[in-house]
């Protein structure tokens, strides 16, 4: 049996940033490696139900510069037929 899903959710631009160790208070700490991901608590639960073999219907929304979560939410085959852009 085929289970379908629907997530009406958030989508988000994570940023991850690795340093080399925790610095003083004040003290800046120069970036070792710098990921931009796909998150947000709509997409990642998606994601999961995907994974674990259901059929995924999700609705978000981005704004004008979305294009970029968007197609990387495409590329790996994530439903996008119905994200918003606005």
């Known amino acids: 049996m085929t289970v379908t899903v629907h997530v009406i959710g958030?989508?988000?631009?994570?940023?991850?940033?690795?340093?080399?160790?925790?610095?003083?208070?004040?003290?800046?700490?120069?970036?070792?490696?710098?990921?931009?991901?796909?998150?947000?608590?709509g997409v990642n639960q998606a994601e999961a139900a995907r994974r674990a073999g259901a059929v995924v219907r999700f609705m978000g929304k981005v704004g004008s510069d979305g294009e970029w979560i968007v197609g990387q939410l495409a590329s790996v085959g994530f439903p996008v037929k119905e994200i918003i852009t606005d």
């Open 10 to 41: 958030s989508i988000n631009v994570d940023q991850d940033c690795l340093i080399g160790a925790h610095g003083a208070i004040g003290e800046s700490k120069p970036i070792i490696r710098y990921q931009r991901l796909v998150g947000g608590k």
